[in-house]
């Protein structure tokens, strides 16, 4: 493909996770990688060598020499940064969660509303290949625990663990339950931090479904997983090995002797992907395309919403 008909991008942000999109969009054979842009020039010129691009000098550089721009900056600079992408008619990644405020988030769609402008939420596991292989086996799901938990990070300590980690799986209930939230009680607690280290939700859902979410970054290991419980079957998800368990009642069982006489475990072939590569390469079809995105700022602002009540609730305990 000519560099004409490629797509321009640029990145804001070249961090730990901003590092990894340039890899990414650098290997994208549609797109031309303009260049990065970030406030420690030393790092963004050191990530610009490595990729063999421009270190822009300003945000504003960055944005006007691109077709479309990936954010990956701290959360407070989400707002401000996405407009200008926006008010400048940029198709916008923007990593989760979305904004700070809802306020925010609600300002960002609507602008881009009006400008017709692609604006994906960077909310990765809705691309993980074990949740897009299991999700036709989820129909009804009654209750749902989940566990986020991982060790203690000197990264994104601008927010507490909730927009940080849960976060990722408010997005994965609300997608899979397809129901409003009607009631929540949370709990959470400061450890090194001067954010929330560690909570637990409790979120009732209106069609019954009860979901109990834990999220930690001060565990000594790292663990993702999402248990399902449905009528008739058990899915136990890992988000980490993309591996899956499913368990459900086996046809026409009767008078069982022995748990294993009415339950069967069903054996699910998931072809292992790399989510980020999924996500950012969904982003460019769309930009090419002019289609939705999988996640967008609907969806974000959404699963921020969730999180503000349950950040409303913590507070109280920090």
Do not use: W
């Not at 961090?15 to 990688?33: C, K, P, W």
């Not at 989400?78 to 306020?103: N, Q, R, Y």
């Amino acid at each position: 493909m000519t560099e004409k008909h490629k797509i321009k991008l640029s990145i804001i942000g070249v961090g730990h996770l901003g590092n990894f999109h340039t890899r990414i969009f650098s290997g994208f054979e549609d797109v031309a990688l303009v260049g990065v842009y970030d406030t420690n020039g030393d790092r963004c010129k050191e990530i610009a060598d490595k990729y063999n691009t421009k270190a822009f000098r300003s945000v504003t550089e960055a944005i006007n020499s691109a077709d479309a721009v990936s954010v990956v900056v701290p959360t407070g600079f989400h707002f401000d940064t996405a407009m200008k992408c926006i008010s400048a008619g940029k198709d916008l990644f923007l990593e989760k969660p979305i904004t700070k405020t809802v306020d925010e988030a609600e300002k960002l769609i609507k602008e881009a509303d009006k400008k017709n402008i692609i604006l994906q939420i960077g909310h990765v596991e809705r691309f993980n290949s074990v949740i897009l292989t299991l999700e036709p086996y989820i129909t009804n799901p009654r209750f749902i625990e989940v566990d986020r938990l991982g060790p203690y990070s000197l990264r994104n300590l601008d927010i507490g663990v909730v927009r940080d980690l849960m976060i990722h799986d408010i997005d994965i209930l609300l997608h899979l339950v397809k129901s409003e939230v009607k009631q929540i009680h949370a709990v959470g607690f400061c450890v090194f931090s001067k954010t929330e280290d560690i909570a637990n939700a409790r979120i009732v859902f209106e069609n019954g479904c009860v979901a109990n979410v834990n999220a930690s970054r001060v565990s000594v290991k790292k663990l993702r997983k999402i248990r399902i419980f449905q009528h008739d079957s058990y899915i136990s998800i890992d988000y980490m090995d993309q591996k899956a368990k499913f368990y459900s009642i086996k046809p026409g069982a009767r008078d069982p002797k022995s748990l294993l006489d009415l339950i069967e475990r069903k054996r699910i072939k998931i072809k292992k992907n790399q989510p980020l590569d999924e996500e950012l390469r969904s982003f460019v079809d769309c930009v090419k395309n002019r289609t939705n995105p999988k996640v967008t700022g609907e969806h974000g602002k959404k699963a921020l919403e969730i999180g503000a009540e349950i950040l409303c609730q913590i507070n109280q305990y920090l």
